[in-house]
C-alpha cells in the first residue's frame, strides 16, 4: 500500500502542473488526517474547477485515503465535486459534496470501491491568485459499490482538511490584465476624476445626461434625481434619450451586444458589469463615460472612478469587473 500511496501523491502533483490544466479556473490541493480507534487515516485531494452557473463550483478531483500502514487499508480513485463558490479577498464559507470510484486496499487485497464525501470549510484568499482553506468532511468509503443511500461494508468518519488553491490559466491572465488596466506609470494619478472634456459617440447625450446628476445621493431602488442606485442611474441616463432598460444591474449587464472587458474596446456609454464574487452574479452596473473613467451609483452617491489599478477606487472594481455590453454601436 505504502508504494501506491508514493505513486498516487506523484500522480498527483504531475496532474497538477501540466499543460492540459492551463485551462481550468483553480487547482485546489488539501491534506488531512483523522484519528480512529485502530489508528489514523491521512487523507490527500487534488482538485480542479471552475464556475457552474452564478451558485456553484465543480470538477474533477484526485483522491488518495490512507488508513493504518500496519493494516494496510485505504482508498485512491478519481471523482467529481460540486460546490458552492469560495472566497474572494475575504473569508468565506462554502460546502461541497463529492463522490469518486477507485480501489480499496485491505488485508484482504484490492476491490472496486466507491468514496461519499460531503462537508464544508471557509476560503480566505489574500491575493488573486491563492486562496487558503479549512474544511471538514464526513466521507464513507462504500467498497462494493452498493450506493451512498446503502453502502456495502463502509468505514465512515470525519476528517479535517487544510486546502491551498490557485488560479491558472485564462482566469489568472484576467487578473492580471485587469489589474494592469490603465496603468501607464508607477505614479498614483492625481486627484479626484474630473468628466471628460469632449464626448464621442452616439451615446454622448446619454452620457451627458448621467453627468449632469453628480453628487446625487444614493438611495437603494432610486430612479430619479433625488437618489439613485446603480442600475437605476444607467436606466435613468438611457430613458431620458428613449431607450427602455431592465431594472436590474444582472438583468442591464445581459442588454445590448457584448463587448471584450478591456480598457482599449470600450466606447462612452458602454455599460460595464461587476460582480463582488468570483463566478458569481453581476451585483453592481456602471456607465463608461470615456478617459479611462466610469460613473456609477455607490454607496457614496453619484461618482466618478477610474478604470485605473493605481487609484484606490479603480485598485478595488477593476478585479471585480467581469463585463460590458453595448446598446448603441
Not at 485505504?74 to 479577498?89: D, H, I, N, T
Not at 463522490?99 to 488573486?128: C, K, M, Y
Not at 447625450?205 to 442606485?229: C, H, I, K, M, R
Request: aromatic share 8%; proline share 7%; with cysteine.
Amino acid at each position: 500500500m505504502w508504494l501506491t500511496e508514493r505513486s498516487l501523491i506523484v500522480g498527483l502533483g504531475a496532474a497538477c502542473c501540466g499543460a492540459p490544466l492551463a485551462a481550468q479556473h483553480q487547482v485546489g490541493l488539501l491534506y488531512g488526517r483523522r484519528i480512529t480507534g485502530v489508528g489514523g487515516v491521512t487523507t490527500y485531494e487534488a482538485r480542479l474547477d471552475r464556475p457552474l452557473g452564478s451558485w456553484l463550483r465543480h470538477g474533477p478531483t484526485l483522491n488518495l485515503l490512507v488508513e493504518n500502514r500496519d493494516v494496510g487499508r485505504g482508498f485512491y480513485g478519481v471523482g467529481y465535486e460540486l460546490g458552492s463558490p469560495r472566497a474572494q479577498g475575504t473569508l468565506m464559507p462554502y460546502v461541497v459534496v463529492g463522490g469518486a470510484l477507485g480501489l480499496a486496499s485491505d488485508t484482504s487485497g484490492q476491490g472496486l470501491a466507491a468514496l461519499w464525501s460531503a462537508g464544508a470549510g471557509v476560503e480566505w484568499r489574500p491575493f488573486q491568485f491563492v486562496g487558503l482553506s479549512v474544511e471538514e468532511r464526513y466521507r464513507v468509503i462504500d467498497r462494493g459499490p452498493h450506493g451512498f443511500w446503502n453502502p456495502g461494508t463502509p468505514h465512515k468518519g470525519w476528517g479535517t482538511l487544510l486546502g491551498i488553491s490557485f488560479a491558472l490559466g485564462k482566469e489568472a491572465q484576467r487578473a492580471s490584465r485587469h489589474a494592469t488596466a490603465g496603468t501607464t506609470a508607477s505614479a498614483p494619478p492625481p486627484g479626484p476624476p474630473e468628466p471628460p472634456l469632449m464626448i464621442v459617440g452616439r451615446a454622448a447625450d446619454v452620457v451627458q445626461t448621467a453627468l449632469d446628476v453628480l453628487g446625487s445621493p444614493y438611495q437603494w431602488g432610486g430612479t430619479a434625481e433625488n437618489g439613485f442606485d446603480c442600475s437605476g442611474l444607467v436606466q435613468y441616463a438611457y430613458g431620458r434619450h428613449g431607450i427602455r432598460l431592465p431594472r436590474t444591474s444582472r438583468a442591464q449587464s445581459e442588454s445590448g451586444t457584448p463587448v471584450p472587458v478591456d480598457l482599449d474596446s470600450l466606447q462612452a456609454g458602454d455599460i460595464l458589469a461587476f460582480a463582488t464574487q468570483r463566478g458569481g452574479a453581476v451585483t453592481h452596473v456602471g456607465m463608461y463615460v470615456g478617459d479611462g473613467k466610469f460613473i456609477h451609483s455607490s454607496s457614496a452617491g453619484v461618482k466618478l472612478s477610474r478604470l485605473d489599478s493605481r487609484d484606490p477606487d479603480g485598485a478595488y472594481w477593476i478585479p471585480r469587473w467581469v463585463g460590458v455590453r453595448r446598446l448603441l454601436p
